[in-house]
């Protein structure tokens, strides 16, 4: 037997049903769960990151801060935008990205606020 599983059927019937009763369905979580995996990858948390710090940046500002390839960037901005975390605006002839308020919110439970870190001193 497995150590993280009981030995033996023990419901709490009462209590699981009140618990089932409030727990969502699958789908009503899956919105939920994209926007999750959509900061789940070190190169779009990092993108994000800039993009709370930054404001609204391109594709080519990203890619300077990130030290990736353009087209890399693109593409991640793409899957931020399409799971609702981050919005665009064309500009002329640049596009530009910024976090929306969901992308705020959630970036925040995983990574501190940049301005309410201590300043890095020389020394």
């Known amino acids: 037997m497995s150590s993280d599983s009981c030995d033996l059927l023990c419901l709490d019937l009462p209590q699981a049903e009140a618990v089932r009763s409030v727990v969502p369905a699958d789908g009503d979580v899956r919105p939920a769960a994209e926007r999750a ?3 789940a990858d ?3 948390l990092r993108i994000a990151r800039a993009l ?3 404001g609204e ?3 080519c500002d990203l890619a300077w801060v990130c030290s990736a390839a353009q087209n890399l960037v693109s593409h991640h901005v793409r899957q931020l935008r399409a799971a609702g975390l981050a919005a665009s605006r064309r500009d002329g002839k640049l596009v ?5 308020d969901t992308g705020r919110a959630l970036l925040s439970l995983l990574l501190p606020d940049p301005d309410s870190e ?3 001193s020389g020394g």
């Open 118 to 120: 201590p300043a890095v």
């Open 37 to 39: 995996r959509a900061l």
């Open 42 to 44: 070190p190169t779009r």
């Open 57 to 59: 940046l391109c594709v």
């Open 52 to 54: 709370q710090v930054g």
């Open 96 to 100: 530009m990205y910024r976090l929306t």
